[in-house]
T-cell receptor
Framework: ETGVTQTPRHLVMGMTNKKSLKCEQH?????MYWYKQSAKKPLELMFV???????ENNSVPSRFSPECPNSSHLFLHLHTLQPEDSALYLC?????????????FGQGTRLTVV | AQSVTQLDSQVPVFEEAPVELRCNYS??????LFWYVQYPNQGLQLLLK??????LVKGINGFEAEFNKSQTSFHLRKPSVHISDTAEYFC?????????????FGGGTRLMVKP
């Protein structure tokens, strides 16, 4: 596989469930990101990891918990979510130490909280 | 703080007509600008980017954009659109530092190409 792969593509979960989103990149990048895309709102940066360390947390509620075990994998652990958390969650990667590179995005996980 | 404004939420256009999608930005640091396209049920794909140099940037699928520093704009253009160009288009500005390339996105413009 090449590029950025996200699993699952679709997820329905109850408000008391615990689930995880997975992202894997095969591009040799050293920075990974989680973005949230809600209806009628711009894409929002949630978390940034560079060299497996979290360098940005955009005031995201603690019910979202990221994990970056190595430079190729990124997880988003979810627990006690609210219906307003329903959205498309996009993972991206880039070469963090080079300015002339763009972010590559996965296809996203469509999350529905019921 | 950076921000991006896409002035049109929807742009309907007939096939083979030209199109311009508008983007204005504000940034207090060096500007790196991007246009991404999102097809239904897909992630974002890079169309083109401006980092430095020539203000006219050419991208994939026949798109181009012009960086205008005095007007703080980065409008996207295509001289003749196809049905397959129907998608959501996002303008973004980069706040790049040694820790990574953090993008601030505009609200998106839905391009609807009609036959």
């Amino acid at each position: 596989e090449t590029g950025v792969t996200q699993t699952p593509r679709h997820l329905v979960m109850g408000m008391t469930n615990k689930k995880s989103l997975k992202c894997e990149q095969h591009l040799g990048h050293n920075a990974m990101y989680w973005y949230k895309q809600s209806a009628k709102k711009p894409l929002e940066l949630m978390f940034v990891y560079s060299l497996e360390e979290r360098v940005e947390n955009n005031s995201v509620p603690s019910r979202f918990s990221p994990e970056c075990p190595n430079s190729s994998h990124l997880f988003l652990h979810l627990h006690t979510l609210q219906p307003e958390d329903s959205a498309l969650y996009l993972c991206a990667s880039s070469q963090g130490d080079s300015y002339n590179t763009e972010a590559f995005f996965g296809q996203g996980t469509r999350l529905t909280v019921v | 703080a950076q921000s991006v404004t896409q002035l049109d939420s929807q742009v309907p256009v007939f096939e083979e007509a030209p199109v311009e999608l508008r983007c204005n930005y504000s940034s207090s640091v060096s500007v790196y600008l991007f246009w991404y396209v999102q097809y239904p049920n897909q992630g974002l794909q890079l169309l083109l980017k401006y980092l430095s140099g020539s203000t006219l940037v050419k991208g994939i699928n026949g798109f181009e954009a012009e960086f205008n520093k005095s007007q703080t704009s980065f409008h996207l253009r295509k001289p003749s659109v196809h049905i397959s160009d129907t998608a959501e288009y996002f303008c973004a500005v980069s706040d790049w530092n040694n820790a990574g390339n953090m993008l601030t996105f505009g609200g998106g413009t839905r391009l609807m190409v009609k036959p």
